[in-house]
């Protein structure tokens, strides 16, 4: 475990749905209930919903608090009102799967492995950059927080939980000191991604694996804090890979993965 600056120890603690709305609030509990029926399919896509007066009924709401509900869906990209026409349900093109929430109502209802392959598409997309971002741009303050979380990653005995809250601590903290707030935006699909892969396949499980990974992750944080943008990009594609590999994640379905294990191979002269 790592340690603060005022030398009291740091711990991390991931709760995969903290950051869906509670259902203290009226308005909350109406977006919640709404956009996992159209997840799963009971407000089909292109459908139109049912009227407010239904709706208000359903939920046991007011009127209020049911607007402010579909405003949120409708900033989500799940739907679309029209005067005289009603509220449409949108196709998921139209969704914003960056989006904390939804992410999480899919990840409550069950990702299948094309979903998670899409996960690590994206991330092997982003997190290279933000490697190399936080290499040029890192604080000592930032080196601290991660190197703590790359501690807390080794720290025994380990849990899935313990391991899956130290790994995300880190891959934040590295977004972070990207300095660039559309990457920092992403730590949402990394929290997904972690938490389902995990499910299937933790590097807890194996002694091997969890030291393969606690030295995967140890040359990404040296290679920021010596300011090496390429290493640290390189060594971050590394580490996705290995997880996506664990998670058994089909190259086929991500395609994007398998150029980057391509494009390794010819950085480093190793085959696939």
Same mark, same amino acid.
């Given at each position: 475990?790592?340690?603060?600056?005022?030398?009291?120890?740091?711990?991390?603690?991931?709760?995969?749905?903290?950051?869906?709305?509670?259902?203290?609030? +009226?308005?909350?509990?109406?977006?919640?209930?709404?956009?996992?029926?159209?997840?799963?399919?009971?407000?089909?896509?292109?459908?139109?919903?049912?009227?407010?007066?239904?709706?208000?009924?359903?939920?046991?709401?007011?009127?209020?608090?049911?607007?402010?509900?579909?405003?949120?869906?409708?900033?989500?990209?799940?739907?679309?009102?029209?005067?005289? /026409?009603?509220?449409? /349900?949108?196709?998921?093109?139209?969704?914003?799967?960056?989006?904390?929430?939804?992410?999480?109502?899919?990840?409550?209802?069950?990702?299948?492995?094309?979903?998670?392959?899409?996960?690590?598409?994206?991330?092997?997309?982003?997190?290279?950059? +933000?490697? +190399?971002?936080?290499?040029?741009?890192?604080?000592?303050?930032?080196?601290?927080?991660?190197?703590?979380?790359?501690?807390?990653?080794?720290?025994?005995?380990?849990?899935?939980?313990?391991?899956?809250?130290?790994?995300?601590?880190?891959?934040?903290?590295?977004?972070?000191?990207?300095?660039?707030?559309?990457?920092?935006?992403?730590?949402?699909?990394?929290?997904?991604?972690?938490?389902?892969?995990?499910?299937?396949?933790?590097?807890?499980?194996?002694?091997?694996?969890?030291?393969?990974?606690?030295?995967?992750?140890?040359?990404?944080?040296?290679?920021?804090?010596?300011?090496?943008?390429?290493?640290?990009?390189?060594?971050?594609?590394?580490?996705?890979?290995?997880? +996506?590999?664990?998670?058994?994640?089909?190259?086929?379905?991500?395609?994007?993965?398998?150029?980057?294990?391509?494009?390794?191979?010819? /950085?480093?002269?190793?085959?696939?």
């Amino acid at each position: 475990m790592g340690l603060r600056g005022d030398g009291q120890p740091m711990s991390f603690e991931v709760h995969p749905l903290r950051h869906l709305p509670s259902a203290r609030s +009226a308005h909350d509990m109406v977006a919640q209930g709404i956009g996992r029926s159209i997840l799963e399919g009971e407000f089909a896509i292109g459908s139109t919903l049912p009227g407010d007066a239904e709706l208000m009924d359903r939920f046991g709401v007011s009127r209020t608090a049911l607007l402010e509900a579909l405003k949120t869906l409708a900033a989500k990209g799940l739907i679309e009102s029209k005067t005289r /026409v009603g509220t449409k /349900v949108l196709g998921e093109k139209r969704w914003n799967m960056f989006d904390p929430d939804i992410l999480a109502w899919r990840l409550q209802l069950g990702v299948d492995r094309s979903f998670l392959a899409s996960l690590f598409e994206i991330r092997q997309a982003l997190e290279p950059l +933000a490697a +190399a971002a936080a290499a040029h741009y890192r604080s000592e303050a930032d080196l601290t927080v991660m190197t703590s979380a790359w501690q807390a990653m080794g720290r025994q005995p380990a849990t899935r939980e313990s391991f899956t809250a130290a790994d995300l601590a880190f891959h934040r903290a590295i977004l972070d000191a990207s300095a660039n707030p559309f990457l920092r935006s992403i730590g949402s699909v990394i929290q997904v991604a972690l938490a389902t892969s995990f499910t299937i396949s933790s590097p807890v499980d194996e002694p091997e694996r969890l030291e393969e990974s606690s030295l995967q992750h140890r040359r990404v944080l040296d290679a920021i804090a010596a300011r090496d943008a390429q290493r640290a990009s390189d060594a971050m594609a590394a580490v996705i890979l290995q997880g +996506a590999d664990s998670a058994r994640i089909d190259h086929a379905q991500a395609p994007g993965v398998d150029v980057t294990i391509r494009l390794l191979a010819e /950085v480093t002269g190793e085959g696939p």
